[in-house]
């Protein structure tokens, strides 16, 4: 294995060396494809040729809708603005799902000045996926990227990095498939190596990895066929990179609802489980409500990561009840498991994944079961408040010492309190100027994510801050320099800090003026908080999960 | 077909209850039929069966992943009642596969084209001859074509339908799931059809 760069490593040490403030490109903002000011050209729609796309103007295909999306580009920057204290911490009103840009080329100056470009090629060179651009049109890109991976590979060596730049291009090669990240973010290429990993992950949900079978009949086998319809999917799973922290953290998280609620769940999902079904996994948006496996079955949180992208992302599952072939690439990346799915509502929706293929009617009607004792133990009205409600914030954060129990919420103090005040530098946010956590329990492989506090309120800051954690995250597991125990940060936009212990991993967000022994002490307050509200943040107790 | 290898199943077990195989209800009154729509992907069918289902018509069309399963119950002039229970498959090669999975067990295949697309009257033949080498003998088809009202862009002329839903022993019927046009008729008439059709004894009791 060699790096064609060995800045890589240079870039990570300075993180380690604690040397604030950091240079200001570091933690830049990728400013927003809908800022491009050629992203609001008018660009035809997709090929009308195409047998995919449907004839009508307004829909396209697998393209999605471009006119519409021209218009609501132009308004996204009103949109942000009033959509700062939106209930979801990421209004996902800027974003539309889908592929963007689909007339683009190498050749187009806007494609060149993309950010973050993904790209799946085989290894014949065959373009297989771009974020942006139509995919055939970029069949000498993709040759290009062919011809320096096996240029590499005759010297019997591997490519991972090369440097040129601000830019870096990442590969990854997965048996007759190649992955390639080329970007600007100044994301670490552990972040972005995982990046690639994750969507590489999502095609064998889709495919299975018997798809390189193909490539050993037919070298030059073209895989866009096979993946006719999915932009949708993978676009979505690359937004997720800056706003679902579970995407580097490979662990999940839980809808915050009381102990007893989880309870009437997860037991009427196990009674399922027991009559043959494999998984069944109760979810609300991208968290998790209740899941059970069967026997000895487990599941990988990055499989859930995909499942759940795969099934929010397409759009006819909110329409009907479906049966659909899934492949879980950590459970078995060969085969298919069949998948039923459900949505009671928007945003709450079953899972019942098994191995046979023609169970649709045993588990339409365990879903008319579960839905009967749900609507009964107001699982799905509670799972509604609980959204609404959102889950930790830090302004709640409670002093130490703690006695008795306690409750999400429950410690909210007014802002005139004199407990308040008596906080320096509180200011907005929590506590010592905290701003956000995200705790990560190694044992459960779950993760709690505080709600934003208003310094933090826009996707943008969103994204950074995110970027900063996955920083942290990719330093403090780096097998090379690490592993590290505790990391306190400060550079113009935040302190970040980081505490790794056998049982959890804690980041934190503080105001960039915050005293370093306060934060260390709320760090500690927040660790407690947690222990004190666990029964209904994570899913405790015959856990599925074992790897 | 891509990759068919990768799908198992494909032709092992029976899809359905075995107590609606072909379809067939019990009870000449109340009839429950199990219908599956084929076709290529962007042709309509998810609409033409949302239209008849819902009622509604989604210009923002969704593609569909994997089934999805919908019913739907209509009464007939001599005051029959159908319960439809409807597979709307995806159109997508590598979904191709799967399909006997849906297919199998059902008395009604609908294939669907888009009038515009003569790309997507090919897959319908496709869709044709599949069923004729590996469906039920008994099953009912129909072919239609969809988007009717996009006759500026026709591709595919009606007389093409018309003849090759005639050598091949199929009801014919141009719908368009925008306008409502022919949707409620093409399943009341699907029944009517695979009434006079079939044996007695394997829909009305």
């Known amino acids: 294995m060699s790096e064609m760069s060995s800045s890589e490593h240079d870039s990570e040490s300075s993180i380690l060396l604690h040397l604030p403030p950091l240079s200001q490109s570091l933690f830049d903002a990728e400013p927003s494809d809908l800022q491009q000011p050629n992203g609001s050209a008018a660009r035809p729609s997709s090929d009308p040729s195409s047998p995919t796309s449907s004839g009508y103007a307004p829909e396209r295909g697998s393209s999605t809708a471009t006119s519409v999306s021209h218009v609501e580009e132009v308004l996204s920057n009103e949109i942000q603005e009033i959509t700062i204290h939106d209930p979801q911490p990421l209004s996902h009103s800027s974003w539309l799902p889908g592929k963007r840009h689909g007339d683009e080329d190498d050749a187009s100056i806007s494609w060149r000045k993309r950010k973050k470009h993904f790209f799946v090629l085989s290894h014949s060179g065959k373009p297989i996926y771009s974020r942006y651009g139509d995919e055939h049109k970029l069949a000498g890109f993709s040759a290009t990227l062919q011809a320096i991976i096996s240029f590499v590979e005759n010297g019997g060596d591997h490519v991972k990095l090369v440097r040129a730049g601000k830019h870096q291009v990442v590969f990854l090669v997965k048996g007759p498939i190649y992955l390639v990240c080329i970007s600007c973010t100044e994301e670490p290429y552990e972040s972005l190596r995982g990046q690639l990993e994750i969507i590489h992950g999502q095609m064998i949900v889709i495919l299975t990895k018997s798809v390189n079978r193909c490539f050993e009949k037919n070298p030059k086998f073209d895989m866009t066929p096979l993946l006719g319809g999915t932009d949708i999917v993978f676009s979505s799973l690359i937004h997720s990179f800056s706003w679902n922290p579970a995407t580097f953290l490979h662990a999940y998280t839980c809808l915050p609802l009381a102990y007893a609620t989880r309870q009437a769940a997860g037991a009427i999902l196990q009674d399922v489980a027991d009559s043959g079904v494999l998984f069944a996994i109760l979810m609300c948006r991208h968290k998790v409500i209740s899941l059970v496996g069967a026997q000895k079955a487990s599941l990988h949180p990055d499989d859930m990561l995909l499942l759940a992208n795969f099934v929010m992302s397409s759009e006819s599952f909110r329409t009907s009840e479906a049966f659909s072939p899934v492949c879980l690439p950590r459970y078995n990346a060969l085969a298919f498991l069949y998948a039923y799915i459900h949505f009671f509502d928007d945003d709450t929706y079953l899972m019942l994944l098994t191995t046979s293929s023609d169970s649709f009617y045993h588990l339409k009607d365990c879903r008319i079961g579960i839905e009967a004792v749900l609507l009964k133990s107001n699982v799905l009205s509670e799972a509604q408040r609980s959204l609404l409600d959102g889950g930790m914030r830090v302004e709640d954060l409670p002093p130490l010492p703690r006695s008795g129990s306690s409750h999400l919420g429950q410690h909210r103090v007014p802002s005139d309190s004199p407990e308040r005040s008596r906080e320096p530098d509180c200011g907005v946010g929590g506590a010592a100027g905290l701003w956000h956590f995200i705790y990560r329990s190694i044992y459960l492989d779950q993760y709690i994510s505080s709600e934003f506090s208003s310094p933090i309120n826009t996707p943008k800051q969103q994204k950074r801050l995110y970027r900063g954690y996955q920083k942290l995250f990719a330093s403090m597991h780096d097998k090379g320099i690490g592993p590290h125990k505790t990391q306190f940060r400060r550079d113009e936009n935040y302190v970040l800090l980081c505490w790794v212990t056998q049982d959890f991993e804690l980041y934190a967000a503080f105001d960039p003026l915050a005293d370093k022994a306060l934060a260390i002490k709320t760090c500690n307050r927040v660790c407690q908080w947690v222990k004190d509200v666990e029964n209904e943040i994570f899913l405790l107790g015959a856990s599925p999960f074992s790897w | ?205």
């Open chain 2, 1 to 205: 077909m891509g990759c068919g290898s990768s799908f198992p199943d494909r032709d092992s077990r029976q899809f359905g209850r075995p107590n609606t195989e072909n379809g067939g209800g019990q009870d000449a009154r109340n009839l429950r039929v199990k219908l599956v729509l084929l076709g290529d992907s962007g042709v309509g069918k998810s609409c033409i069966v949302l239209r008849f289902v819902r009622g509604q018509f989604d210009a923002t069309s969704k593609v569909t992943v994997g089934a999805s399963f919908l019913s739907q119950t209509i009464a007939l002039q001599d005051s029959t009642t159908v319960k439809f229970e409807i597979w709307d498959t995806a159109g997508q090669e590598r979904y191709a596969a799967l399909a006997p999975l849906y297919y199998r067990g059902a008395a009604v295949a609908v294939i669907v084209y888009d009038i515009t697309s003569p790309e997507s009257f090919s897959k319908a033949q496709y869709w044709v001859k599949e069923l004729q080498k590996h469906g039920s003998p008994d099953i009912v088809m129909a072919l239609v074509g969809n988007k009717a009202d996009l006759q500026e862009k026709r591709e595919v002329a009606v007389q093409d339908g018309t003849d090759y839903a005639e050598k091949n022993g199929m009801f014919f019927i141009e719908t368009s799931a925008k306008t409502a046009d022919n949707i409620n008729e093409l399943f009341e008439d699907i029944v009517d059809y695979a009434t006079s059709k079939l044996h007695h004894d394997v829909l009305a009791a």
